[in-house]
Each structure stands twice: as C-alpha cells, then as structure tokens.
C-alpha cells in the first residue's frame, strides 16, 4: 500500500493543484502543467530555460511506494534552486479556508543547505513556513523581523526532528477569515513518541497573500551550499475541501 493510501482518503473536487506524477517519465523532469484536472495549476523552476541537471526528477521512490519527484541540493547558486506548486486560479469567496498537503521522504546532509517550505502566494509571499534544517531538526518561522539593517531578524520555534528516509505526510491548514493556521507532519508513530510534529493554531507571518487567487507551495534550498540532501515529494494537493484521514 502506498502512503497516500495509508494516510489520506477520497480526493477533493475542489483541488487548486493536484500532482501524484504517476504519468510522469522516469528520469525526467516533471511536467509544467500537471495532467487532469485542474486545469490551471503550474509547477515553477526558477532555473527557467536552462534546467540545472539533476535539481528536479522523477522518480520510483521504494519509501512512499510511488512515482514522485525528487528535488536535490545541487551544485547551483540559490537563485536558481526555487520550486513552486502554484494552484490554478481561485475566486477567493469561494472559500475563507484552504488546505494544503504532500507526501514526503526527507535525506539529510550536514554539510549541504537547511531546505525552507512555505506556504503563500504566487510571488513569493509567505502564509506559514518550515525550515527543515540539515541536521533533520524542523523548525516553524514565527515571525518575519523587519531586517537585517534593523537587527530585528527572523524568528523561529523547533517543533522537532524529522526520521531521515523515512516517509510523512505534511498538512497545512489557513483560515483566511480569522488570519490563522496550522500545520502538523505526521510520522510513522514507531519513530517518534508522538508520531507527529504540529504547530498548532498559529497567526500568518504575513496577512497580504492571503488574497491571492493562486495559493502557492514553494521549497528552496536557501544557503549557499550543496549536498547529497534531497527531498522527494508525492500527492500534492493544494484545496479547498478539508482532506479525510484515513481509519
């Protein structure tokens, strides 16, 4: 059984963005715009034209039991390392809440860079976001400072240490009425006490890309490092149904 199937039941109609990359060509880059419904939702590499070799490939993962795509920590500087699952276009009273979700298998590398996930916009505008650190360590951003030159800086909370090559799921929730959300990494429960890390109910780090028509899952290797450390991510979803967990 895969983890999708282990995790999560039934797939929303409602879905922004929808990828499980089961189409996909192994040893190949994803496709732009995933296949199906919706019609709309784009995969974005800010390597642009000239696709950096070995940064985003699809793969037969044996951990999650499926076809996915694995983003690595390659040699290039970190301009060219953003990834972004943008939801198709939304009428924003459709909703006041959204959810977001993906299966994972994180490998670790102490030398190579932390890997940022956030949850926003389609400018790089960020709701909520983690920081899995190199060390496995994950981290909540809890708030965003005013800047270097003021020496207010980002603030962060660890939440915990995420089991290397060993499968999750990751599901965040945003309720834009209430300028709220949540987010909670579900793990296998022999791995740790609790068998997951959450957030809890927290602020937005930032109330502006919460109007946006296009909710946007971004990964970025932030530090000017590389490594062996890489991510591969299944079942992407970005909705507007809350998902069912599985019995």
Same mark, same amino acid.
């Given at each position: 059984m895969?983890?999708? $199937?282990? %995790?999560?039941? $039934?797939? %929303? %109609?409602?879905?922004?963005f929808r990828d499980d990359f089961t189409t996909e060509t192994l040893g190949t880059r994803p496709s732009d715009n995933p296949p199906g419904d919706p019609v709309g939702d784009t995969i974005y590499s800010s390597d642009g034209l000239s696709p950096v070799a070995g940064q985003l490939t699809v793969v037969d993962d044996p951990d999650l039991g499926s076809r996915a795509v694995r983003y690595a920590n390659v040699a290039t500087p970190v301009w060219y390392r953003y990834l972004g699952f943008m939801g198709a276009p939304v009428a924003l009273s459709d909703s006041e809440r959204y959810w977001a979700l993906w299966y994972g298998v994180a490998e670790f590398d102490f030398g190579g860079s932390d890997l940022r996930v956030w949850l926003g916009d389609g400018h790089f505008g960020a709701v909520a976001a983690l920081v899995f650190k190199a060390n496995g360590t994950l981290q909540l951003q809890t708030g965003t400072g005013s800047g270097a030159s003021s020496g207010s800086l980002p603030t962060y909370e660890t939440l915990g240490t995420v089991t290397e090559g060993q499968p999750h799921t990751v599901i965040w929730s945003v309720n834009r009425t209430t300028e709220e959300y949540a987010v909670a990494l579900f793990q296998p429960s022999g791995h740790l006490a609790s068998g997951h890390l959450a957030s809890g109910l927290r602020p937005v780090l930032d109330t502006g890309p919460l109007d946006t028509e296009r909710p946007t899952l971004y990964r970025w290797y932030e530090d000017n490092a590389n490594g062996s450390g890489d991510y591969v991510i299944d079942g992407i979803r970005i909705l507007f149904e809350e998902p069912k967990m599985a019995p």
């Open positions: 895969t983890l999708a $199937g282990a %995790s999560l039941a $039934g797939c %929303s %109609s409602d879905a922004v």
